[in-house]
C-alpha cells in the first residue's frame, strides 16, 4: 500500500495515558513484580501505539488496553504463570477451611493484597478485572479470550477462596436451605450489575426477609470496596508516564522530504480530517468536551465528563437501582449521603442511581438524578478528588456547553459539580440546595 496511516502520538496520549496508573496496578498485582509491571505496561503502551490505527472510534480505549496488557503478559511471562498456577492451587486447596467464617469489619489493606496475591493467577486476574476495575463479563471474556462461563467460574471460585483467605476461625450458623444458596450463588453477579431485572428483583425480594443473607451480602459489598481501595493504593512509580512518553516518541518516525513527503503529508491532512468527523459522529461525549476551552472549562470539563460517561451515553440505565444495591455500588464512605441529597431535592425529583466510576482514568462518586416535568430531566451530582493543579476555590463556577449546564464548586479536597439538562438559573438554584449538604458531609465523612 502506497500510504499507510501513521498513529497520531498526540492523539494516542490523551486517549491512553489516563489509563495507566490502572494499568500498572493491574500488572503489578498480577505479577507480583514491581519492575516488571513497569515493563509490560511500557510494552503494552508501544504495542497499542503501533495498532492505534485499527483502534474503532467510539469504543472503550481503557478495555482494549486491558486486553493488549493481558495478552502481554501471557506472551512474555507464560511459563511463569503456569509454575505459579500450580504451585498457588495446590497451597490454596490444602488452606481452605471446612466452613465459612466471618469476614472482620475492617482489614488493613496489606492482608488485603496478601489474600489476593494468594489465589492462582487465572482467579486473581478474573477478580482484579471485575471487582477493581468494574469491567463487564463480556469484556473480561474477550480480554482472557475465554467463554464467559469460564469468567463467571474463575470469579466464582476466586471470590470464595479470596473471602476465606480473609476471614477468622470464628464460625456463625448460616442457614443452608435451598432458597438461600440459589440466592448466595447469585449475590456477585447482582453485586456487579450482570443479573436480569426479574431477577435482580427476585434477589432484593430475598434481602429483605432474610437477615442472613443480607448480611453476607453486606460482607461481599464490604470486602469489594476494601479490594479496590487496597489495589488502587498501589503507589505507581512517578517517572512512569515520562518513560512511556519517551518509548513512543522514539519510536515516531523521522519526516521524510522530497515530493512524496508531500504528497504524503496531503493524503494524512484528508485522512485525518475525515476520520476526524468520523470520530465526532461515532464518539459525541468527545464532541461536546472539545466545544469547551480555556484553563476553568478544563476543570468544569472534569465533572461534565462523568456525567456524559455514566448518565448520557454509557451503561447506567434510567431505572431506578434499589437502596441496598445502591448502597453497595457507593461503598460505605458515601451510601449515606443518598437520604441527604433526596431531602434536598425538589419533590418531583429522586436519586435513581448511585455509583463509583472511572470516566477517563479518574475516579469518582455519582448520584444520577431524574425528574422535572415529565420525568424527562436529568440531573448528576458528581464527586471526586481534586489533583494539585486543579482549584474552584473561592466560590462557584458556571458553564454551559451544548445543552448541558454545569456548576462546579471545591469543598475538603473535592471537587462537586451539578450539571443537568436544565436552564441556567433552575441549575444553579439546584447546586444551591446540594451544596451545603455535600460540604457538611465532606468534612465530616471523607477520608484522606
Not at 495446590?90 to 471446612?98: A, G, K, S
Not at 469547551?292 to 478544563?298: I, K, M, N, P, Q
Not at 447506567?316 to 433526596?342: C, H, I, N, T, W
Request: aromatic residues 6%; glycine residues 6%.
Amino acid at each position: 500500500m502506497l500510504f499507510s496511516k501513521l498513529p497520531q502520538t498526540g492523539e494516542f496520549e490523551t486517549a491512553a495515558l489516563p489509563h495507566l496508573r490502572d494499568l500498572y496496578r493491574t500488572a503489578a498485582r498480577l505479577l507480583g513484580d514491581n519492575a516488571k509491571a513497569e515493563d509490560v505496561v511500557q510494552e503494552t503502551y508501544l504495542q497499542a501505539w503501533k495498532s492505534f490505527a485499527r483502534f474503532d472510534p467510539g469504543t472503550n480505549c481503557r478495555a482494549w488496553l486491558f486486553k493488549i496488557l493481558v495478552n502481554t503478559i501471557h506472551h512474555h511471562r507464560r511459563n511463569w504463570f503456569n509454575l505459579r498456577r500450580v504451585r498457588e492451587s495446590e497451597e490454596i486447596l490444602e488452606q481452605t477451611p471446612v466452613c465459612a467464617a466471618p469476614v472482620p469489619e475492617r482489614l488493613a489493606q496489606q492482608e488485603i493484597l496478601r489474600a489476593l496475591d494468594r489465589l492462582p493467577a487465572d482467579y486473581r486476574a478474573a477478580v482484579l478485572l471485575a471487582d477493581v476495575e468494574e469491567f463487564s463479563y463480556k469484556e473480561i471474556a474477550a480480554m482472557l479470550d475465554v467463554p464467559i462461563g469460564t469468567v463467571m467460574s474463575r470469579l466464582s471460585r476466586g471470590r470464595k477462596l479470596l473471602r476465606e483467605q480473609l476471614s477468622e476461625l470464628a464460625r456463625r450458623p448460616m442457614n443452608t436451605g435451598a432458597v438461600c444458596e440459589n440466592l448466595r450463588g447469585h449475590l456477585d453477579a447482582y453485586l456487579s450489575r450482570e443479573l436480569s431485572q426479574e431477577t435482580s428483583r427476585e434477589v432484593e425480594r430475598h434481602l429483605e426477609i432474610c437477615p442472613q443473607c443480607a448480611a453476607e451480602f453486606e460482607t461481599r459489598a464490604r470486602i469489594r470496596a476494601q479490594l479496590q481501595a487496597a489495589v488502587r493504593s498501589t503507589p505507581v512509580p512517578p517517572n512512569l508516564e515520562a518513560k512511556v512518553r519517551r518509548v513512543l516518541n522514539a519510536k515516531v518516525s523521522r519526516p521524510r522530504t522530497g515530493l512524496w513527503a508531500v504528497a504524503a503529508a496531503a493524503a494524512v491532512i484528508v485522512c485525518v480530517t475525515l476520520v476526524g468527523l468520523l470520530r465526532e459522529r461515532a464518539n459525541p461525549e468527545q464532541a461536546i468536551l472539545r466545544k469547551t476551552s480555556g484553563r476553568l472549562a478544563a476543570v468544569l470539563n472534569v465533572g461534565l465528563r462523568d456525567h456524559l460517561h455514566c448518565a448520557v451515553f454509557r451503561k447506567y440505565s434510567k431505572q431506578p437501582v434499589a437502596a441496598r444495591q445502591m448502597d453497595a455500588d457507593l461503598g460505605p464512605e458515601f451510601a449515606a449521603l443518598v437520604p441527604l441529597v433526596q431531602a434536598k431535592l425538589p419533590r418531583d425529583f429522586r436519586v435513581i442511581q448511585g455509583h463509583r466510576c472511572i470516566a477517563g482514568g479518574r475516579q469518582y462518586t455519582h448520584l444520577i438524578i431524574s425528574g422535572g416535568a415529565g420525568g424527562g430531566k436529568l440531573v448528576s451530582l458528581v464527586l471526586t478528588r481534586k489533583l494539585p493543579s486543579e482549584s474552584l476555590s473561592g466560590g462557584i463556577y458556571q458553564a454551559g456547553v451544548d445543552r448541558f449546564q454545569v456548576v462546579g464548586f471545591q469543598s475538603h479536597d473535592y471537587l462537586a459539580y451539578v450539571i443537568s439538562d436544565l436552564d441556567a438559573s433552575q441549575n444553579l438554584q439546584l447546586e444551591a440546595a446540594l451544596a451545603p449538604v455535600v460540604r457538611e458531609y465532606l468534612a465530616a465523612h471523607a477520608t484522606g
